[in-house]
């Protein structure tokens, strides 16, 4: 959680100066270079088997086009505080998708937790503590629409083949789409523009959503959610979007109002409610598959 925190804020850094949808898809195609080099180190397999293969289109779709690239569309023009406050609609979204994919089957106090996170935040949206609404709202519904679906089908496939290999094997099934598009990105928007003449702090922010949004970040989030549950698990993403306002603040400088600090303390309710919460599930999940990157076998 703390990794993906700073998502928002590095992206806001970079997308505007190098363009959402380099960001977006060039993003991918750096942490498809690790992910190759990720399996290769662990002499694991780098296409995935033939049985898995939609699963990881699917995959793919949500969390390494749709969110980053929806988000860093958004975040050419809205403020890192917007866009962190519609990221606390993730929970209840991956709640959602859990439902559907995962079969788990959260309870009536659950659902009460997350809704009250999610009136929080959308309460805090339209109290203008989010400095208004923005067109790049529905992109931002959108990315979280994706990043639901994606999170809910990687946690049950992590369960049968490990963290590592689940987002590396999306990565890599969707590069034959992020590399031309990264070159086209980078043609349409760069124009005469050359790499030296773009600031130092850009290239550190697109760095980290490269290497730790897109990927390392990745390792962890998908073991905690096929271990504890995408349901529960996922909830602590309530906690995303102050976090973020506070990078936001400290690293760009945007100001944080009392209004911030009412939701927040909302949604901090929220979160403690929905960890005693009960989830369960409608049938029994596959077998734990241990990720070697993460722990030793």
């Known amino acids: 959680m703390l990794a993906f925190s700073l998502t928002v804020p590095a992206t806001r850094v970079a997308a505007p100066v190098l363009g959402g949808w380099t960001v977006g898809f060039g993003r991918a195609v750096g942490a498809t270079v690790l992910a190759v080099a990720a399996l290769a180190l662990a002499r694991a397999p780098l296409l995935p088997p033939r049985g898995v293969r939609t699963r990881l289109v699917v995959i793919g779709a949500g969390v390494v086009l749709g969110f980053p690239v929806l988000t860093s569309l958004a975040l050419q023009s809205a403020p890192a505080v917007h866009a962190a406050v519609f990221i606390g609609l993730l929970p209840a979204a991956t709640a959602g998708a859990a439902v559907l994919r995962a079969g788990e089957r959260p309870s009536r106090r659950y659902w009460a937790a997350t809704a009250l996170g999610v009136v929080g935040v959308l309460g805090f949206a339209a109290g203008g503590g989010a400095r208004g609404l923005y067109v790049a709202d529905l992109l931002l519904l959108g990315a979280v629409a994706a990043a639901a679906v994606g999170y809910a089908e990687g946690a049950v496939l992590t369960r049968e083949h490990g963290g590592r290999r689940v987002i590396s094997w999306a990565l890599i099934c969707t590069a034959p789409v992020t590399v031309p598009l990264s070159v086209w990105a980078v043609a349409g928007t760069w124009g005469s523009a050359t790499a030296s003449s773009i600031d130092a702090q850009v290239w550190v922010a697109f760095g980290y959503v490269t290497v730790v949004s897109m990927f390392l970040g990745f390792l962890a989030w998908y073991a905690g959610l ?72």
């Open 226 to 297: 096929a271990q504890g549950g995408v349901a529960r698990v996922g909830q602590l993403q309530l906690l995303q979007p102050f976090l973020s306002l506070g990078w936001a603040a400290w690293l760009l400088g945007e100001r944080i109002t009392p209004a911030d600090l009412a939701a927040a303390g909302i949604v901090l309710l929220a979160v403690a409610l929905g960890r005693r919460a009960s989830v369960s599930t409608r049938r029994r999940p596959p077998h734990s598959a241990t990720d070697p990157l993460l722990t030793r076998r």
